[in-house]
């Protein structure tokens, strides 16, 4: 494996690690320059770069640089002088070294929109778990604004909701592109609002959107709470929507499932279509692990692939994670990785839920969830907006780890063992019959294993 190949397994790994802003924040322009024995010289291209990198992420591009390759035990952060090789490439003499550049798509996102290009409709793979919102999606991007308005996307972690909200902005560009396309994370919103209010420059902003032909908008669970952002919001959303602008909103749950969404914004993006994404079947998991492989040009062995689609079902982004491992293993290594290999390769990602899920992660994300304090939880209110979020998370700890009933009494401020019996056969009961409890517990038990 070349210098150049170890460096991209390293920021395919680190990429899942952490966010995307701050991915292409902190890892442009960076490269492995040298390794020699048991350390690997890691060149930016600025000083500011440099300190993050050995301050804030260099035990994660450590841990995973000596996973690949045993032998480094140290790093070595250096400024370049001249141009790394990636921003030579952007130059228009670059033509030679463009071959034998690691290009890293993540990077190439475009100025205007935001739209990352290695997210389309070709890439893309469907199953029942994810059809209705591709089939809306696409009729979306074939007539922007005037099919469904707003399109409202939810689901999982992990299971392509950018993905497609970014397919239908490229799509759209591509048919026409002198349209104005505008992606943005619902926390960019929020930040960009709050700056632009500080700055005094809101009526500016708000014209930049309201020129945006198509406005996607990213995780919207986000908006919950901040009721300032909600409000300028809304006005942007009412003024685009009267002129028949296409909007398109993604949330890891539905509109009404937003607690302290405003109830008029709640009711606009119900007012449109909205489609869920569930989870992958075990053929699509494969479907999806085949054209990745081939995307990277890699061969590997099906029982490889079958061992990834039997072992990691929640996650489409994890699922790639482990691909990716063992596709550098191979390359690491020419050969393929047996059975006992490919379990220790990809214990992190696999891990049974049941060894990741703690009492206190439970209680964490069912408070967070709820928009509640974790004492609040375990405290003695009765007020219904706890007490039955309190349920939740008994009815978890019941099922996901198994724990007794008097610990779990014990757990949540010393209550009674058969309070913790009442409170899971409740919970389990009402899911029978209730369709949105059931989605919110499933969304609070994949954020609970996401770590
Ligand atoms: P979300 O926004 O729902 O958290 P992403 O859109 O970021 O998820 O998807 C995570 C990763 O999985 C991305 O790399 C994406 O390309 C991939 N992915 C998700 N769904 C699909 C799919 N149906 N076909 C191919 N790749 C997918
Ligand atoms: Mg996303």
Redesign the pocket.
């Known amino acids: 494996m070349t210098k150049d190949e170890l460096w991209r397994a390293v920021l395919a790994q680190v990429q899942l690690s952490i966010s995307s802003a701050n991915f292409a924040t902190w890892f442009k322009n960076t490269e492995i320059i040298e390794v020699d024995t048991n350390r690997a010289t890691v060149v930016t291209s600025n000083n500011f770069s440099k300190e993050w990198l050995e301050n804030k992420y260099h035990k994660l591009i450590l841990k995973i640089l000596h996973n690949l390759n045993p032998e480094i035990k140290e790093i070595n952060y250096e400024v370049t002088k001249t141009k790394t090789k990636r921003e030579l490439v952007a130059s228009p003499l670059s033509s030679v070294q463009k071959t034998d550049q690691l290009e890293f798509q993540e990077f190439n996102i475009d100025r205007e929109s935001s739209l990352n290009p290695?997210?389309l409709f070709e890439?893309?793979?469907?199953g029942s778990f994810?059809e209705l919102a591709h089939a809306a999606a696409q009729a979306v991007s074939k007539n922007p604004g005037l099919t469904y308005n707003p399109l409202f996307i939810y689901?999982?972690?992990?299971?392509?909701?950018?993905?497609?909200l970014q397919a239908i902005g490229n799509e759209i560009l591509k048919n026409s592109p002198s349209k104005k396309v505008k992606y943005l994370t619902a926390q960019k919103f929020a930040s960009e609002m709050i700056s632009s209010i500080r700055n005094q420059s809101i009526e500016n902003l708000k014209s930049v959107y309201r020129k945006t032909d198509v406005l996607i908008i990213?995780d919207v669970q986000f908006l919950a709470g901040k009721e300032k952002t909600q409000e300028e919001f809304f006005h942007t959303f009412n003024s685009l929507y009267e002129n028949n602008k296409q909007i398109v909103l993604?949330s890891d749950r539905p509109p009404n499932a937003i607690h302290t969404l405003e109830e008029r914004l709640c009711s606009r993006f119900e007012g449109g279509m909205i489609a869920d994404?569930s989870l992958?079947d075990f053929e699509t998991r494969m479907a999806?692990l085949k054209?990745?492989t081939q995307e990277r040009k890699a061969n590997l062995n099906p029982q490889v692939l079958e061992y990834i689609a039997n072992n990691i079902k929640r996650n489409?982004?994890e699922?790639?994670g482990a691909l990716n491992q063992i596709i550098v293993y191979q390359k690491v290594n020419n050969a393929s990785p047996g059975p006992e290999k490919v379990k220790e390769l990809l214990k992190n990602i696999v891990s049974g839920p049941s060894q990741k899920a703690t009492p206190k992660k439970i209680i964490q994300r069912v408070a967070e969830f709820y928009d509640l304090k974790e004492a609040e939880m375990i405290n003695s209110s009765r007020k219904k907006e706890i007490v039955k979020p309190r349920q939740i998370a008994m009815y978890l700890l019941r099922k996901e780890l198994s724990s007794s009933y008097p610990f779990i009494g014990r757990k949540f401020g010393g209550r009674d063992h058969t309070t913790a019996i009442y409170a899971c056969e409740k919970v389990a009961k009402e899911i029978e019959r209730d369709e949105k409890l059931k989605e919110e517990i499933e969304i609070i038990r994949q954020v609970v294993y996401r770590g």
């Open positions: 290695r997210y890439n893309f793979v469907v994810n689901g999982g972690v992990g299971l392509g909701k950018t993905h497609l990213d993604s994404i992958p999806i054209i990745k489409i982004r699922l790639e």
